[in-house]
């Protein structure tokens, strides 16, 4: 039964659609935009075509969205994503973990991504692995981090499915297997499976 989720072709990507324009949202984290007033990721197409909007209309910077006025200061910023993360927003702990672990507060991130992990986002099971791998903030537990990037290749995280497919294939010997994964990954449009199917075959 496990096996029977972990290689069932996710329906997206862990990132899920763009909201405005519901096309699928790139992998590349550099091209879209959290919005802390309401954690909707936005495209850049979708943010610039905001950005013009308001600029022809003479408006105030707002959220794409849902229109809440764009928070001037880091403050209000924070503030937004307090409020988000008090409503239980997964995509909200998962951004405050990474704002705790920039930090280097490796206990707080922890909690976050955690709690972010139990509701569900893919990104934080991620995000756990790796620090299972680190040790930090907790300690380097190898069952662990498998089981985190289970879950996130699960949720249709194409980096954590690459990385399940490298150790299949360096540590398990199991090409299968590796392959596998590798064609899931590439089909979520991740470069890297892609070269290593190349390889392989």
């Known amino acids: 039964l496990r096996d029977e989720l972990l290689f069932k072709q996710p329906e997206s990507s862990h990132i899920g659609d763009c909201p405005i324009c519901?096309?699928?949202?790139?992998?590349?984290?550099?091209?879209s935009t959290?919005?802390?007033c309401c954690s909707k990721v936005i495209c850049n197409g979708c943010d610039y075509a905001n950005s013009v909007r308001e600029t022809e209309e003479r408006l105030q910077p707002s959220c794409p969205f849902?229109?809440?006025?764009?928070p001037?200061?880091?403050?209000q910023s924070v503030k937004q994503?307090?409020?988000?993360?008090?409503?239980?927003?997964?995509?909200?702990?998962?951004?405050?973990?990474?704002?705790?672990?920039?930090?280097?507060?490796y206990g707080m991130a922890f909690e976050c991504y955690t709690k972010a992990a139990q509701l569900g986002n893919a990104d934080a099971h991620s995000k756990?692995?790796?620090?299972y791998h680190l040790g930090k903030g907790v300690e380097e537990d190898e069952r662990k981090i498998f089981h985190h990037?289970?879950?996130?290749?699960?949720g249709g995280h194409p980096k954590a499915r690459y990385l399940l497919g490298r150790n299949e294939l360096t540590n398990n010997k199991n090409t299968e297997r590796a392959v596998k994964h590798y064609i899931i990954a590439a089909t979520q449009g991740l470069d890297e499976a892609t070269e290593m199917l190349m390889l392989i075959f």
């Open 149 to 154: 990037l289970g879950e996130a290749a699960i």
């Open 72 to 75: 001037k200061t880091l403050e």
């Open 34 to 36: 959290v919005y802390a």
């Open 22 to 31: 519901m096309l699928p949202l790139p992998n590349d984290p550099k091209k």
């Open 66 to 70: 849902c229109r809440e006025p764009a």
């Open 81 to 105: 994503r307090m409020k988000r993360i008090k409503a239980n927003d997964p995509v909200a702990f998962h951004v405050e973990g990474g704002e705790q672990c920039d930090g280097g507060n």
């Open 128 to 131: 756990l692995a790796a620090m």
